[in-house]
């Protein structure tokens, strides 16, 4: 069916408008699965049609919102690409993806913004390990938080241990003896 889809965007323009086509008749979660599944393909200008049609059957949703941006962060456009995380935290404050990527984006211009976000992120779910990890290594960037950045660090491992292995020699000697990888004959 994603075939389907996909070719009938290239021919959509030319039909009359008494004529149905599978992506006028498609709903909202039927559009965006597709797009997803061209996105994953690569085929990004076509996922980007879909994610658009989406969002007009309807804008209250904030999945092809977010869908939308990662097309744009996948192209470099960031600041589409935030634009539209912004747009799915319209639609639903809580979207976690949403959150995120723009944390990432926001990370390398504005670390405070960033960690707030990661926050906010740990708030909605509590066992993220990616969340505590890019939290704990901007924690550890910004002046009186290498503490709060150890403990961060160390959930992320706690939660997730190959998680280990993206952390710093010097930060990872910080964290406690079992979450080095080092077991328990290191904590003797």
């Given at each position: ?46 996922a980007e049609q879909l994610f658009q049609q989406a969002i007009t059957r309807n804008p ?23 634009r539209q995380y912004r747009k799915a935290l319209t639609a639903d404050p809580r979207y ?17 913004l960033a960690i707030f976000f990661y926050r906010q992120i740990i708030h909605f779910q ?63």
């Amino acid at each position: 069916m994603v075939v389907a889809l996909a070719c009938s965007l290239a021919s959509c323009g030319g039909s009359s408008p008494s004529r149905s086509t599978p992506t006028s008749t498609a709903s909202y979660q039927t559009l965006v699965a597709a797009g997803v599944k061209l996105l994953s393909t690569g085929n990004t200008d076509a996922a980007e049609q879909l994610f658009q049609q989406a969002i007009t059957r309807n804008p209250r949703e904030p999945v092809a919102y977010y869908n939308l941006g990662v097309v744009y962060q996948g192209a470099g456009d960031t600041r589409d690409a935030l634009r539209q995380y912004r747009k799915a935290l319209t639609a639903d404050p809580r979207y976690v993806p949403a959150i995120f990527n723009q944390a990432i984006i926001i990370a390398r211009s504005n670390a405070p913004l960033a960690i707030f976000f990661y926050r906010q992120i740990i708030h909605f779910q509590p066992d993220s390990p990616t969340a505590f990890l890019n939290l704990g290594l901007l924690e550890n960037q910004s002046k009186g938080l290498h503490p709060q950045a150890r403990r961060d660090l160390a959930r992320a491992v706690q939660l997730d241990p190959s998680l280990r292995g993206s952390i710093p020699r010097p930060l990872l000697a910080g964290l406690p003896a079992a979450l080095q990888g080092r077991g328990r004959a290191a904590r003797r």
